[in-house]
């Protein structure tokens, strides 16, 4: 057996034991240095994001200038049509194959007695190149550039099977929708550096209302608010820092050190970033509610550092929204969250008052509340809603015309139709009357039904013109008990309207401005007496 049969073996053998790349660069040098005794070497390799080649190895003396090859697609076309092997000897002229480098790259592979150009090849795909240099600028042996040939064969094919391990396992830690390391990743770089003993803060960053983003603005647009915040935290990290996809609305970031100080002016900085300017065309802005825990300092391992950086975000949500808790010791003593009812009793005498605020301006806003949330809540008792949604409905009748505060007084008692611009003027209570919600503890639960009572069932409503079922249920309810109100209630600029001719609006307009299966069950409780206006 010769000598490199021999060599040809040790290499086969070493590149099929291993998935690392970079164990294969150093075989092919190593090898390559053993077989063709150079006096240089200079192995680059295409990175996978751009057409670009990079120095993965060198040996001996040979230097890399940038830019100093494949400088042309025409090249590139060439050399994919081209021997694997192309040798060439300086100063007396390149290869066909080499036409169209530049001037300058002929100068490099001149100064740098470059004899030959080994390309790797998978596929026709060029994967990298072997540049080899000889003083003596003696051309390879036959039979040397056929064990080279074997080499680079062998060689492209473990370095295929190595990307497709490390693409494989890249995607098993990898969230699909950001390109952020996953849940499952977190946990275990996590465990990893705390059982190492290595001091570091954990941040975890929850979105404010996702949910109620994502039923307002649709599940696309959820997307693009995820991605967009994983673009700019991704753009924040140090060189040591890692950051996860969580949950759907929860993003964590691991970092060196246990400094919480440290940690929390970073949170506050990249939240200023993440919250400015929001997105377009929202109700509201963007808030975060942000925890933080660091180890060893507070919490004594992996699993309960995630646990309290989870419990400083959920006290910072009892306490509103937008806030930032370091998690210390005792936090969990704290009182636990209301439920709706008694979420509802802790704000009730702020709503009170912004309507009696309202009715100070416009006489029939706070009886005109009560109305529809009475009847909206007859309404959905006749659906069999659970008690839960019905207080919902209830709370939301409330609360659905508390933006009109902030509309010109001389608007809500004008007695003579509205001007366009008036009108427009008008229909912004309901977008304020979200950010009012927002500030109310608690009261979140009611704001996909109190933005969707201006819509109508044929998709010609506002403020987002959407169509039949894509309306919230409990909107849908609204709207009816809104509209039978203000028909049958007394107005400066118009007479009640009877019960009867109340119900015939209502029945005429079902499937235009009204969900049809719904004014039915409404009809029957006026026919049941049960709705005497």
């Given amino acids: 057996?010769?000598?490199?049969?021999?060599?040809?073996?040790?290499?086969?053998?070493?590149?099929?034991?291993?998935?690392?790349?970079?164990?294969?660069?150093?075989?092919?040098?190593?090898?390559?240095?053993?077989?063709?005794?150079?006096?240089?070497?200079?192995?680059?390799?295409?990175?996978?994001?751009?057409?670009?080649?990079?120095?993965?190895?060198?040996?001996?003396?040979?230097?890399?200038?940038?830019?100093?090859?494949?400088?042309?697609?025409?090249?590139?076309?060439?050399?994919?049509?081209?021997?694997?092997y192309i040798p060439f000897m300086p100063g007396a002229g390149l290869p066909t194959a080499l036409d169209g480098v530049s001037s300058h790259t002929?100068?490099?592979?001149?100064?740098?007695?470059?004899i030959g150009v080994?390309?790797?090849?998978?596929?026709?795909?060029l994967i990298g190149?072997?540049?080899?240099?000889?003083?003596?600028?003696?051309?390879?042996?036959?039979?040397?550039?056929?064990?080279?040939?074997?080499?680079?064969?062998?060689?492209?094919?473990?370095?295929?099977?190595?990307?497709?391990?490390?693409?494989?396992?890249?995607?098993?830690?990898?969230?699909?929708?950001?390109?952020?390391?996953?849940?499952?990743?977190?946990?275990?770089?996590?465990?990893?550096?705390?059982?190492?003993?290595?001091?570091?803060?954990l941040i975890m960053l929850d979105i404010d209302d996702f949910k109620l983003y994502n039923e307002l603005y649709g599940s696309k647009e959820g997307d693009h608010l995820i991605q967009r915040c994983a673009k700019i935290i991704l753009s924040a990290l140090d060189a040591d820092d890692m950051a996860f996809r969580f949950g759907v609305d929860e993003f964590l970031i691991l970092k060196r050190g246990?400094?919480?100080?440290?940690?929390?002016?970073?949170?506050?900085?990249?939240?200023?970033?993440?919250?400015?300017?929001?997105?377009p065309d929202m109700v509201w802005e963007i808030t975060i509610t942000c925890g933080i825990s660091v180890f060893p300092d507070i919490s004594a391992d992996g699993r309960?550092?995630?646990?309290?950086?989870?419990?400083?975000?959920?006290f910072g949500k009892l306490d509103g929204k937008g806030h930032l808790i370091v998690y210390r010791k005792g936090l969990e003593n704290r009182s636990q969250n209301p439920d709706i009812r008694t979420a509802y009793e802790r704000v009730a005498p702020t709503i009170y008052a912004l309507t009696a605020a309202i009715d100070a301006k416009d006489n029939f806003t706070f009886i005109h509340s009560m109305n529809v949330s009475k009847y909206a809540v007859m309404l959905a008792e006749a659906l069999h809603m659970t008690d839960n949604d019905i207080e919902v409905v209830r709370v939301a009748g409330m609360l659905h015309d508390i933006g009109k505060i902030s509309i010109p007084e001389h608007i809500?008692?004008?007695?003579?139709?509205?001007?366009?611009?008036?009108?427009?003027?008008?229909?912004?209570?309901?977008?304020?009357?979200?950010?009012?919600?927002?500030?109310?503890?608690?009261?979140?639960?009611?704001?996909?039904?109190?933005?969707?009572?201006?819509?109508?069932?044929?998709?010609?409503?506002?403020?987002?013109?959407?169509?039949?079922?894509?309306i919230p249920l409990m909107g849908r309810i609204l709207t009816i008990a809104d509209c039978f109100d203000a028909m049958t209630a007394r107005r400066p600029y118009k007479q009640e309207c009877s019960i009867d001719y109340a119900a015939g609006e209502l029945k005429k307009n079902s499937g235009t401005q009204f969900d049809p299966e719904l004014v039915p069950v409404f009809l029957s409780l006026i026919e049941d007496g049960k709705i005497a206006g």
């Fill in 1 to 84: 057996m010769s000598d490199q049969t021999v060599l040809i073996d040790q290499f086969l053998s070493s590149v099929i034991g291993t998935i690392h790349p970079d164990e294969i660069f150093d075989s092919i040098i190593d090898t390559a240095v053993r077989l063709l005794s150079p006096d240089g070497l200079l192995l680059t390799i295409r990175d996978d994001v751009s057409p670009s080649y990079h120095v993965t190895r060198s040996f001996g003396d040979i230097s890399w200038e940038k830019d100093s090859f494949l400088d042309s697609s025409i090249l590139l076309e060439q050399l994919l049509n081209a021997d694997s």
């Fill in 106 to 114: 002929r100068s490099w592979l001149i100064r740098q007695n470059i």
């Fill in 118 to 125: 080994y390309c790797l090849k998978y596929n026709r795909a």
């Fill in 129 to 201: 190149f072997l540049f080899i240099a000889l003083h003596n600028h003696m051309p390879l042996s036959a039979d040397q550039v056929s064990a080279l040939c074997k080499i680079g064969f062998y060689a492209t094919h473990a370095l295929r099977n190595a990307n497709l391990y490390m693409n494989a396992y890249r995607a098993s830690i990898t969230d699909d929708l950001t390109a952020l390391y996953n849940r499952k990743h977190a946990f275990e770089m996590i465990d990893e550096l705390c059982l190492s003993g290595t001091p570091c803060s």
């Fill in 258 to 279: 246990s400094d919480a100080a440290a940690a929390k002016a970073f949170t506050q900085s990249l939240v200023e970033v993440l919250t400015k300017g929001s997105m």
């Fill in 304 to 314: 309960e550092l995630i646990h309290n950086v989870e419990q400083a975000v959920y």
């Fill in 412 to 470: 809500l008692k004008k007695t003579e139709g509205l001007t366009p611009e008036e009108y427009a003027i008008m229909k912004t209570h309901v977008e304020n009357s979200i950010k009012m919600i927002r500030y109310l503890p608690n009261m979140d639960y009611v704001i996909p039904a109190v933005v969707a009572h201006h819509e109508r069932y044929d998709g010609t409503g506002y403020p987002r013109g959407l169509k039949g079922t894509e």
